[in-house]
């Protein structure tokens, strides 16, 4: 599975951003997706995860209520829309795709990713 994230860029707090992720390879459907972020001197942190079949999905503490996880197996997409976007989520976000179908926070069940895409919130 090789994965591509796009939509990064600068925005202002308060505002939103989609971020998308392209998978390749016909195991993409089977396999439950992560969102991870990676902000300058911190280490990789979980952001939130979505089921193979899109009806399970989990967040961290700091982005629940704010950012949603969607996927279309259909386009073998998934998405992560950030909304009420503040300056501490500034960082380098990446998507994965796990082992296995069922979702999950870790980092280390996470077997592909992809090359990360920058969001910069301005205060």
């Known amino acids: 599975v090789q994965l591509q994230a796009s939509g990064g860029g600068l925005v202002q707090a308060g505002g939103s951003l989609r971020l998308s992720c392209a998978a390749s390879?016909?195991?993409?459907?089977?396999?439950?997706m992560g969102w991870f972020r990676q902000a300058p001197g911190k280490e990789r942190e979980f952001v939130g995860t979505i089921s193979w079949s899109g009806g399970t999905t989990y967040y961290s503490d700091s982005v629940k209520g704010r950012f949603t996880i969607s996927r279309d197996n259909a386009k073998n997409t998934v998405y992560l829309q950030m909304n009420s976007l503040r300056p501490e989520d500034t960082a380098v976000y990446y998507c994965?795709?796990?082992?296995?179908?069922?979702?999950?926070?870790?980092?280390?069940?996470?077997?592909?990713w992809g090359q990360g895409t920058l969001v910069t919130v301005s205060s």
């Open positions: 994965a795709a796990a082992s296995s179908s069922r979702p999950t926070t870790l980092t280390s069940d996470y077997d592909y």
């Open positions: 390879g016909r195991t993409f459907s089977y396999l439950a």
